[in-house]
T-cell receptor, first 112, second 112 residues
Framework: DAGITQSPRHKVTETGTPVTLRCHQT?????MYWYRQDPGHGLRLIHY???????DKGEVSDGYSVSRSKTEDFLLTLESATSSQTSVYFC???????????FGSGTRLTVV | GQQLNQSPQSMFIQEGEDVSMNCTSS?????WLWYKQDPGEGPVLLIA?????ELTSNGRLTAQFGTTRKDSFLNISASIPSDVGIYFC????????????FGTGTLLAVQP
């Protein structure tokens, strides 16, 4: 199994503060993705990466930035957290060319 | 942004019953996938479909890639309590970035 870990698992933060979520993989996969999950919306793509320093926006990228300085780490940053960014965030890696993703266990973020 | 229409939103059934759910899109996909999410975890791939009309089984699960390439179906036979969770469909237009578009999810509850 592809090793993928997210940290932290839970976080509560105040409106207006910056927050960084980390996704770490152990198997050198090229493609990595950040999704958010909200009731009634399923999983929506925030940003994705197709290599070191190569990233692009997904459908709900406003208010988020990402960085990938090493193959194994993909960071998601909320520059100034808002209550609308309260959500569960999932990182995923693409493990083969046929579309299968492996997901991390998620980070539950609450912005108060 | 693009999103898949998944139905039903939720199902509450008795153990032993069969379950059907489906996913439709206004766009054509090259790949359809079905995932299951247990509480507190990330989604896990159940079945992948790569060809229009394809019918694939995984134990008690059977999924079909619609002939129009705009829909997919998942059936679960003889449900058991551990089938409880959220089921997501996902579609992919195969390309360099392997991005997946997810459905809104079907919450399945199984009463023993």
């Amino acid at each position: 199994d592809a090793g993928i870990t997210q940290s932290p698992r839970h976080k509560v933060t105040e409106t207006g503060t910056p927050v960084t979520l980390r996704c770490h993989q152990t198997e050198n996969h090229r493609y990595m993705y950040w999704y958010r999950q909200d009731p009634g919306h399923g999983l929506r793509l925030i940003h994705y990466s197709y290599g070191v320093k190569d990233t692009d926006k997904g459908e709900v990228s406003d208010g988020y930035s990402v960085s990938r300085s090493k193959t194994e780490d993909f960071l998601l940053t909320l520059e100034s957290a808002t209550s609308s960014q309260t959500s569960v965030y999932f990182c995923a890696i693409s493990v083969d060319r046929e579309g299968g993703y492996t997901f991390g266990s998620g980070t539950r973020l609450t912005v108060v | 942004g693009q999103q898949l229409n998944q139905s039903p939103q939720s199902m509450f059934i008795q153990e032993g019953e069969d379950v059907s759910m489906n996913c439709t899109s206004s766009s054509i996909f090259n790949t359809w996938l079905w995932y299951k999410q247990d509480p507190g975890e990330g989604p896990v791939l159940l079945i992948a479909l790569y060809k229009a009309g394809e019918l694939t089984s995984n134990g008690r699960l059977t999924a079909q890639f619609g002939t129009t390439r705009k829909d997919s179906f998942l059936n679960i036979s003889a449900s058991i309590p551990s089938d409880v969770g959220i089921y997501f469909c996902a579609g992919q237009v195969r390309g360099a970035t392997n991005k997946l578009i997810f459905g809104t999810g079907t919450l399945l509850a199984v009463q023993p």
